[in-house]
């Protein structure tokens, strides 16, 4: 392998000559050997809208020579179009506040702006990294902005992905709206429901879930851009703020606005803590929504037997025919995850010092993680599972007409004690409720059928 030299404050770096990136990169690569992965899509992406806006805005405020800041420009639209992707090499988790990746970043662009200019990678002296590329930034505002922007792109696939969810919770909903079933408090039998009316309990409570997600994503929708170092604004020209969240505004599709009080953009991170939480809350539901799943498929003999799931792959290598909610269970994984995850961020949003939380690759390696896995997963088990589910009427049929507890619903006209009565002789004849009562001549066929269906 050829190799030149750069040279940054530190003095000379050896970097692979047909690399892009430069001597901090070439140092963090030293450094941080920390997940084995490197920074997320969406991320890459974000960053170079950053500094594509930022030298639109120096180019308009006249603070970077023409010439230089179209080379700039240039750059950033070749990455933007797919290309040197692989020189964002520093790792997800790499140095606080994420300034191994702003110069990861800031060395690739510039690099290929001298190449376009004429000159060879390393000529420094022509178009720098920090005093071109990053002119008028810190990583202090570009990581937070551009965090807030990547996670704003994800979102743009979890939320239809969430609907899909929704969807196919409410078809069942309707689908299974006059089966009827044994409800369950504390695992025990209890007063009939429909298994509709429990799909259509799942569907609000995601609903409710993905409301949330979106209220919370709204507080990203504020960047800390112009803010640089600590907030102050310092080296920012005049009139450089308001038109690089702008351009960043337009190239994104995404509706970022300054924040107000840029002190707080950079030592907070509410907005984000708010989302992770929004992600967690939204596995819960999901989780339990799986858990039921497997309890009510459980069987087909032995367990509770309501419902069918569909057959995706052998449950088993040894037992033929046997079928696993294997997808329920993929998807129960994806949500300790996803908690995982957010205790991750809520200990890093906690963790910044005065004028800066310094945790932030952490913190959107994260949430980009735990969105990724719903934008790859939720689908799947939308389509493959929900859609394919079927009651087993007969057995939710039986499960009622057998089960003493459907006494309760006679207790109004016969009484608590008398219908306690009529469940411990149900549970040790095995005689039903139905018999029972007609034997005794407690109720006319007519009001019993009235009050049991």
């Known amino acids: 392998m050829k190799f030149r030299i750069d040279r940054d404050s530190l003095g000379n770096v050896k970097i692979p000559s047909d690399a892009y990136y430069g001597p ?171 298994l509709g009316s429990e799909f259509g309990a799942y569907a609000t409570s995601i609903t409710k879930a993905k409301n949330f997600l979106v209220g919370a994503s709204k507080e990203l929708e504020y960047v800390a851009l112009g803010g640089t170092a600590v907030g102050t604004g310092a080296n920012a020209p005049r009139g450089y703020r308001k038109f690089a969240i ?76 046997k079928v696993n909610p294997s997808l329920a269970e993929c998807m129960n994984m994806i949500c300790f995850n996803i908690l995982g995850n957010d205790t991750a961020v809520s200990y890093a949003a906690q963790s910044g010092q005065f004028e800066l939380n310094v945790m932030l690759p952490g913190m959107l390696k994260c949430i980009l993680e735990s969105t990724d896995m719903l934008n790859n997963f939720l689908p799947i088990f939308s389509v493959n599972l929900i859609d394919g589910l079927t009651a087993n009427k007969e057995k939710l049929l039986k499960n009622i007409e057998n089960n003493p507890v459907i006494v309760t619903l006679l207790a109004p006209k016969i009484g608590y004690l008398k219908s306690a009565e009529l469940f411990k002789e149900s549970l040790k004849t095995g005689k039903t409720i139905r018999e029972l009562v007609i034997s005794k001549k407690l109720l006319t066929v007519k009001e019993i059928n009235s009050l049991l269906g």
């Open 24 to 194: 901090f990169t070439g140092r963090a690569l030293m450094q941080y050997h920390v997940t084995g992965n490197r920074s997320h899509p969406n991320l890459i992406n974000a960053f170079v809208m950053v500094k594509r806006s930022a030298a639109l805005a120096n180019l308009k405020v006249s603070a970077i020579d023409k010439k230089l800041g179209m080379a700039i420009i240039n750059a950033c639209d070749k990455i933007l179009a797919g290309k040197f992707l692989d020189q964002f090499v520093v790792d997800a988790i790499n140095s606080g506040a994420g300034t191994a990746f702003n110069m990861n970043t800031n060395e690739v662009i510039a690099n290929i702006a001298l190449i376009g200019l004429g000159k060879k990678k390393g000529q420094y002296e022509y178009l720098h990294p920090n005093d071109h590329v990053n002119m008028s930034q810190s990583s202090n505002d570009t990581f937070p902005t551009a965090m807030h922007v990547a996670i704003l792109m994800n979102l743009k696939k979890t939320i239809p992905a969430i609907d899909g969810l929704i969807k196919s919770l409410s078809r069942k909903a309707k689908e299974f709206s006059n089966f009827k079933k044994i409800g369950r408090t504390h695992l025990m039998d209890a007063l009939p429901v429909t």
């Open 246 to 321: 702008t351009q960043l505004a337009n190239i994104s599709k995404l509706p970022v606005k300054p924040e107000k009080d840029m002190q707080y953009s950079l030592q907070s991170k509410f907005a984000v803590a708010t989302v992770s939480s929004a992600l967690r809350n939204l596995a819960l539901e999901i989780n339990k929504l799986a858990n039921d799943i497997r309890l009510m498929a459980s069987g087909p003999v032995a367990g509770m037997s309501e419902i069918g799931i569909p057959a995706v792959h052998a449950g088993s290598s040894i037992m033929p025919g």
